[in-house]
């Protein structure tokens, strides 16, 4: 679709229209022309030129533009990795001293939270208050009638059951506050108690579950406002929302869900049919395959979105020793901080080292290099008329062999390097789920295909044979049903074809600056 003129100069970039050091907007809509038309339009080589009919000479970045759908928004379901325990396997985990000290392994960290909701960082000092400074590093510290931070440990007379040895169900925090604490820190200090182990399930994956298993209780649950309260002796707390909160495009936002804090939901006539849904979501939330398990010990520090990954706490033995310390800040400053981090390296830039670099050149059994391979599977994908981010998935699936900590050589020599998810993972930095879940999966999609497509393993070539067996060979019927259940598996399944075809020496091969415009458009519209 077109934008429309009053748009394009609206969006103008020039001195006049912007700020030179913010960058901020010099005008207000009422200081524009209430009519206006474009009489031309004509492109710089750095920028688009769009001659007004007022007489403006408007600067506009190319592929702005080119914007349309819903707007991005990290914070929706959209911009997400969801997971299951089987899908997720280890938790995502971080060396405290390489997080201080690489700034490539924070980045990884703070995708993580941002990504995948959580990520575990092992080896915090284990002191008093180190919590503080652990968020202090990701943003600001949210300050609550806690205080700054909190003990999880046994009180005498708890005000919440968090302070008991009792066992806690999937919950988030303090649901009962607008604005909810987005982001959740455990600092474990001391664990020595028989029990006390966490649980994790992404809620955003168990709401999406519900809305395909039934719909009339996720639409009861997304549209109903309850209340949740606290009540403390120096703290009287309450906020009302609805149990699944979606953004203007029905896209899931947050889950707010904790039973000790639930207050009685108003009599009606729809009543019977709010606790039926309540309960199909409970149901949901409390099965095994959706919830991970982490011991914590010392020295671990677990960070999370407290609007999406809901946690949990077995009983534990009183009688040992269970020490956290928690605290809450916001998840805008932790992407704000990872935004500072990753805007430093442009992702062309980057990318572009990485496909003339050293292990781009290796063969890896095929007769093409990795980096022929990884430009013949964008070129098939654009040549198919593959959106942006498909044509970007195809090009860069097996980013994993030169980023991951195992290279794809020791892979031909029998080890799986897991080159999807370390590929997926390192993407996660610049691009959204729609690029870094189908290279995630397009291995997985190799499996799933030698299993429903009876023809598809006798066309594989004999590497990709080989790797085949190192990563678990044809999937089972419950692997099968898993991939299916997958929002990025059909595109998972566009990207392993390509893929398998993009292996002849004979054909010409593309450059990687083709794509960098493309890649510029995706990196900037955050779609």
Known sequence: ?????????????????????????????????????????????????????????????????????????????????????AELGAPPTVDWTAYLGDPDVRITALSSVLRTGFVLLHGVPVRDRQVLDVAAGLGFVRVTNYGELFDVRVEDSPVNLAFTALPITPHTDNPYRDPVPTLQLLHCLSNAAEGGDSGLVDGFHAAAILRAEDPEAFDTLASTPVTFAFSSADAVLRATRPMIGLDPYARIREIRFNNRSLQPVPVHAGTARFYAAYRAFAQVLLRPELTLTVRLGPGDCLVFDNTRVLHARTAFASAGERHLQGCYADIDGLASTFAVLTRETSAADVLAALFAGEGAADYLGESVTVAEHMLQTGALAAAAGAPDHLVAAALLHDVGHLTGPISGNELMSGTDNHHDDAGADWLARWFPPSVTEPVRLHVAAKRYLCAVDPGYADALSPASVYTLGLQGGPMSEQETAAFEASPHHVDAVAVRRWDDQAKDPAVPTPVFGDFTTLIGRIVGSGQ
């Open 1 to 85: 679709m077109r934008a429309p003129a009053i748009w394009l100069r609206d969006n103008c970039h020039c001195p006049e229209c912007r700020h030179p050091g913010s960058g901020q907007k010099l005008f207000g809509v009422t200081d524009l022309p209430e009519h206006l038309a474009v009489e031309d339009e004509w492109d710089s080589g750095t920028d688009v030129r769009v001659r007004f009919s007022d007489g403006h000479v408007g600067v506009l970045p190319r592929g702005l533009a080119a914007i349309d759908g819903p707007p991005a928004d990290d914070r929706a379901e959209d911009a997400k990795r969801t997971w299951t325990r």
